[in-house]
Nanobody, 121 residues
Framework: QVQLVESGGGLVQPGGSLRLSCAAF????????MAWYRQAPGKQRGLVAE???????NYADSVKGRFTISRDNAKNTVYLQMNSLKPEDTAVYYC???????????????WGQGTQVTVSS
C-alpha cells in the first residue's frame, strides 16, 4: 500500500554533484523519520543521513560537510544533495522511511528500490 520511488542517480565525475529524490506514495497517514542508506559492492548497507519529522538531521562522518538531507512534508519527499563527490561514494543508494498508513494504524518501515550512484572519471 506504500511505495517509495527514488530518482536522481547516475554517473558523475569526482568533485561533481547529484541530487537524489525519494517520494512516498499510497494510503499514507503520517511519515516520521526518513533516511538514506547506501551499499557498495561487497560491503554492508550503512546509514548516510537521516532526518526527523521535525527537521533534525544526522550524517555519517564520511559525508559530513558534503551531503545535505532535506524533506518536503507536503510532497512526502526526501532529498539528498550530494556535493564534492568522491569515487568512494559509489554505491546503490536506498531511501528509507517510517510510515503509518490509514489502514494499519501502525508505523511500518519501508524501503525504496535503490538508485545507482557512480563516481568515476
Amino acid at each position: 500500500q506504500v511505495q517509495l520511488v527514488e530518482s536522481g542517480g547516475g554517473l558523475v565525475q569526482p568533485g561533481g554533484s547529484l541530487r537524489l529524490s525519494c517520494a512516498a506514495f499510497g494510503s499514507i497517514f503520517g511519515i516520521y523519520g526518513m533516511a538514506w542508506y547506501r551499499q557498495a559492492p561487497g560491503k554492508q548497507r550503512g546509514l548516510v543521513a537521516e532526518i526527523t519529522s521535525g527537521g533534525s538531521t544526522n550524517y555519517a562522518d564520511s559525508v559530513k560537510g558534503r551531503f545535505t538531507i532535506s524533506r518536503d512534508n507536503a510532497k512526502n519527499t526526501v532529498y539528498l544533495q550530494m556535493n564534492s563527490l568522491k569515487p568512494e561514494d559509489t554505491a546503490v543508494y536506498y531511501c528509507n522511511a517510517a510510515i503509518s498508513t490509514v489502514a494499519a494504524g501502525i508505523i511500518g518501515d519501508y524501503w525504496g528500490q535503490g538508485t545507482q550512484v557512480t563516481v568515476s572519471s
